[in-house]
């Protein structure tokens, strides 16, 4: 199991740095087969770099055809993560955000949860129309309701017999 990193004693090391070889579940992530892969985690001073790559395999449900499949999840990344005083002000709940506000940033004292942005980050890589293949037909429905056709639509088919 993967424990946070403190960022305090990253910071103290000699390196800087921390090389983590995944190959676990990553919680609350629904997988077929463990996350694996390669972060690095590397003390900049005022920010904290996290790269790397990992994937694993998820299984989702067709948008179309409502069948389930199994899809390849994989991202990487390279994540810049700012260091705060922890002793700063809380942010008040009306402002006017710049865009240099939008970067993450985290308490120079905290521990960095490498699970936990590992979800996020492959949370992130799931499609947004689950598809089993381009060409999916989607449900057809049983031959007794195709018989019964919509009348609604014999216009438009008398229409279209007419122009062709």
Same mark, same amino acid.
């Given at each position: 199991?993967? @424990? +946070?990193?403190?960022?305090? @004693?990253?910071?103290?090391?000699?390196?800087?740095?921390?090389?983590?070889?995944?190959?676990?579940?990553?919680?609350?992530?629904?997988?077929?087969? +463990?996350?694996? =892969?390669?972060?690095?985690?590397?003390?900049?001073?005022?920010?904290?770099?996290?790269?790397?790559?990992?994937?694993?395999?998820?299984?989702?449900?067709?948008?179309?055809?409502?069948?389930?499949?199994?899809?390849?999840?994989?991202?990487?990344?390279?994540?810049?993560?700012?260091?705060?005083?922890?002793?700063?002000? @809380?942010?008040?709940?009306?402002?006017?955000?710049?865009?240099?506000?939008?970067?993450?940033?985290?308490?120079?004292?905290?521990?960095?949860?490498?699970?936990?942005?590992?979800?996020?980050?492959?949370?992130?890589?799931?499609?947004?129309?689950?598809?089993?293949?381009?060409?999916?037909? =989607?449900?057809?429905?049983?031959?007794?309701?195709?018989?019964?056709?919509?009348?609604?639509?014999?216009?438009?088919?008398?229409? @279209?017999?007419?122009?062709?």
């Amino acid at each position: 199991m993967i @424990k +946070p990193i403190e960022l305090t @004693k990253l910071a103290a090391s000699p390196t800087h740095q921390v090389v983590l070889e995944i190959n676990e579940a990553v919680p609350d992530l629904n997988c077929l087969t +463990p996350v694996q =892969g390669e972060v690095i985690v590397h003390h900049q001073g005022d920010f904290v770099e996290v790269a790397g790559c990992v994937h694993t395999i998820v299984t989702l449900q067709c948008h179309r055809c409502l069948q389930s499949f199994n899809y390849r999840l994989e991202t990487n990344f390279d994540e810049v993560l700012w260091l705060v005083d922890s002793t700063e002000d @809380k942010v008040p709940q009306e402002r006017e955000v710049v865009l240099t506000a939008l970067d993450e940033h985290i308490p120079h004292d905290s521990q960095l949860d490498v699970l936990d942005l590992l979800y996020q980050l492959l949370c992130l890589e799931l499609p947004s129309q689950n598809l089993c293949s381009v060409d999916c037909p =989607g449900v057809s429905p049983p031959p007794e309701i195709q018989a019964l056709s919509d009348q609604r639509w014999s216009a438009l088919a008398q229409l @279209k017999q007419e122009l062709s």
